[in-house]
């Protein structure tokens, strides 16, 4: 792990591009409705929330390790929206 900055700049672009992969699909997709995509939109923000707030902990006894499981936990969240989004 480079950094803690750089984590938060890989949650806000990974998240952030699942966002905007959303409202491409709708875009697209017009007459589909945007109940679906509204869902996921909401649940990457709800992500967003929770994976910054434990990169703001500040007591951390093995910050390695700890980080390490937030990178984790960030990529199975994209994994999930992704493949939401690719079921639309």
């Known amino acids: 792990m480079a950094s803690i900055k750089n984590l ?8 952030g591009d699942i966002i905007e992969a959303c409202y491409t699909w709708e875009l697209y997709n017009p007459k589909a409705g945007s109940a679906g995509t509204e869902a996921i939109i909401d649940e990457a923000i709800e992500s967003f929330d929770v994976l910054i707030e434990k990169v703001n902990v ?3 006894e093995d910050k390695k390790a ?3 499981a ?8 994209a994994h ?9």
Request: no cysteine.
């Open 58 to 60: 500040k007591k951390i």
């Open 8 to 15: 938060k700049k890989d949650i806000n672009y990974v998240l």
């Open 66 to 68: 700890y980080f390490k």
């Open 70 to 77: 937030i990178n984790l936990e960030l990529e199975k969240t």
């Open 80 to 88: 999930d929206l992704i493949e939401k989004v690719n079921k639309l």
